[in-house]
C-alpha cells in the first residue's frame, strides 16, 4: 500500500516513491549552473543570507557541523573556517551531481570537508554526534519532512542547535509581485542561463508547497525540538528557522 502513496512534486500530484526521482532529475539538470542561477534569481544576497546563518549559528572552533543537502559547498566551506583544524565538517547531498560539484570546489580551495552521498531520512551518523546541523534550500524538496526534521534532532548532541534555511512565505503585500516573478521571470531565467525552464519552474512551484513559517516551526518542534524561532529575510522570500536539541 505504501508504494501508492501520494505526495506533490511541486503542483503536480505524485506517487512517493517518484518525487526523490523527479528531484534528482531537477538538480541532475541544474548542477553545474547552481550557483550562478542563485546569484542571479536572489541578485547575490542567498550568500548574504548563509553567512547570516553562520553568524547565528553559534558553531567555535572544535564543532562538529553536519551540511545536510549542502550540494554545492558553500555553507561547508564558510563552517571549515569557523571549526578550524580541531573541528569537523560533513558535506552530504542525496544527489550525486550537486554532491560532486560541491566536493570538487571543496577539494580546489584546499578544505578537509568529507563529503557523503546520503538522504536525510536515513543520516548514517550516531546519536547525539553533531553540535550543528544545518539544511539550506533543501527542505522542501524532501517527501517526508518530519523524518527529516527528527533524523536531524537524532544526530544533534544535548544543546546542539539544528538551522533550516528555506523560502518561505513573503510579507502579503508583496506576495503579488513575487509572485509574477516566480513564475513569469524564472522560468524564463532558467531557460536563458541554464537552458532549464522546466526545472526552474519546480522551484517557483515547490516554494509555494512548502509549509509557512509558523507550520515549519510546529513541524521542528514535532520532532523534539525546543527553543524554536525564526528570522524573516528579505520580507520573508526567505527564513532562517533555529531549534535546540534539549
Known amino acids: 500500500m505504501s508504494d501508492n502513496k501520494q505526495t506533490h512534486f511541486g503542483f503536480q500530484t505524485v506517487n512517493e516513491n517518484d518525487k526523490a ?24 544576497l542567498h550568500r548574504t543570507w548563509k553567512r547570516f546563518a553562520v553568524s547565528v549559528s553559534g558553531v567555535k572552533s572544535g564543532d562538529k557541523v553536519l551540511d545536510v543537502a549542502g550540494g554545492s559547498g558553500d555553507l561547508s566551506r564558510l563552517f571549515a573556517k569557523k571549526v578550524g583544524a580541531t573541528g569537523q565538517v560533513v558535506l552530504t547531498d542525496i544527489n550525486a551531481s550537486m554532491l560532486s560539484v560541491g566536493r570538487d570546489r571543496l577539494i580546489d580551495d584546499g578544505a578537509a570537508v568529507p563529503a557523503l552521498q546520503c ?78 525552464a522546466d526545472s526552474y519552474q519546480y522551484l517557483a512551484e515547490s516554494i509555494r508547497m512548502h509549509p509557512d513559517q509558523e507550520t515549519l516551526n510546529q513541524l521542528m518542534l514535532e520532532a523534539g525540538l525546543a527553543k524554536v524561532d525564526y528570522y524573516n529575510l528579505a520580507a520573508g522570500v526567505v527564513a532562517l528557522h533555529k531549534g535546540w536539541k534539549a
Open 21 to 44: 526521482r523527479k528531484v534528482g532529475e531537477v538538480f541532475h539538470s541544474v548542477a553545474k549552473k547552481y550557483d550562478l542561477m542563485n546569484d542571479v534569481m536572489s541578485a547575490g
Open 119 to 196: 538522504d536525510a531520512e536515513k543520516l548514517p551518523f550516531p546519536d547525539n554526534y553533531f553540535d550543528c546541523v544545518i539544511v539550506a534550500f533543501g527542505l522542501r524538496n524532501m517527501t517526508h519532512k518530519d523524518k527529516a526534521l527528527a533524523e536531524m534532532h537524532r544526530v544533534l548532541k544535548s544543546g546542539g542547535r539544528l538551522l533550516v534555511l528555506e523560502f518561505s512565505q513573503v510579507w502579503k503585500p508583496l506576495a503579488p509581485i513575487y509572485d509574477a516573478y516566480s513564475f513569469k521571470l524564472l522560468p524564463i531565467m532558467g531557460k536563458f542561463f541554464a537552458n532549464d
